[in-house]
T-cell receptor, first 115, second 110 residues
Framework: DAGVIQSPRHEVTEMGQEVTLRCKPISGHNSLFWYRQTMMRGLELLIYFNNNVPIDDSGMPEDRFSAKMPNASFSTLKIQPSEPRDSAVYFC?????????????FGEGSWLTVV | GQQVMQIPQYQHVQEGEDFTTYCNSSTTLSNIQWYKQRPGGHPVFLIQLVKSGEVKKQKRLTFQFGEAKKNSSLHITATQTTDVGTYFCARREYGNKLVFGAGTILRVKS
């Protein structure tokens, strides 16, 4: 299995630009998570989808952040406009409680730098 | 949700020494998961503990869940350089939502 696939792996962008991060969950997984990792705040859950429906977006920092899951095999996290404080590693993760139990599989992350 | 507190934040050990990280909660946990993240890598699931007093072993790693289900520990016997990384505990909430501790960074001197 290919695992959770994220793109881009690295992005450097200027403040004010729009950033779109992409995720392809493991085939058959019906739960998808977006996490953000920084030195100061650690690993934070931003939003969680189940069967393509957002279940909990309480971790989304502000209106500049939005996430979509148009189908079972694709999700995006968008930041518009980006700010330097958004610099972080953004992880996508997926799970299917029936097939993979309690194990949540993380992608390799998208390293975002906003200058 | 209630955070899980991890200590220590950082530990630097000599290769061959043992290492332990602790995870504490002020409220009873229904379960606890442990993850390892190598430098520059992504979190990788290690184990889940569910039962009070549960002890599980994976080679040199020993995981414990406290009797009161408010704390957990990960112990590594005779550390190796391949053990370097950050070890996270995480509390699983509804629908597999995970709340992570701050992590313990382990460095091993060879």
């Amino acid at each position: 299995d290919a695992g959770v696939i994220q793109s881009p792996r690295h992005e450097v962008t200027e403040m004010g630009q729009e950033v779109t991060l992409r995720c392809k969950p493991i085939s058959g997984h019906n739960s998808l998570f977006w996490y953000r990792q920084t030195m100061m705040r650690g690993l934070e859950l931003l939003i969680y989808f189940n069967n393509n429906v957002p279940i909990d977006d309480s971790g989304m920092p502000e209106d500049r952040f939005s996430a979509k899951m148009p189908n079972a095999s694709f999700s995006t996290l968008k930041i518009q406009p980006s700010e330097p404080r958004d610099s972080a590693v953004y992880f996508c993760a997926s799970n299917n409680p029936i097939s993979s139990g309690n194990t949540i599989y993380f992608g390799e992350g998208s390293w975002l730098t906003v200058v | 949700g209630q955070q899980v507190m991890q200590i220590p934040q950082y530990q630097h050990v000599q290769e061959g020494e043992d290492f332990t990280t602790y995870c504490n909660s002020s409220t009873t946990l229904s379960n606890i998961q442990w993850y390892k993240q190598r430098p520059g890598g992504h979190p990788v699931f290690l184990i889940q503990l569910v039962k009070s007093g549960e002890v599980k072993k994976q080679k040199r790693l020993t995981f414990q869940f406290g009797e009161a289900k408010k704390n957990s520990s990960l112990h590594i016997t005779a550390t190796q350089t391949t053990d370097v990384g950050t070890y996270f505990c995480a509390r699983r909430e509804y629908g597999n939502k995970l709340v992570f501790g701050a992590g313990t960074i382990l460095r091993v001197k060879s």
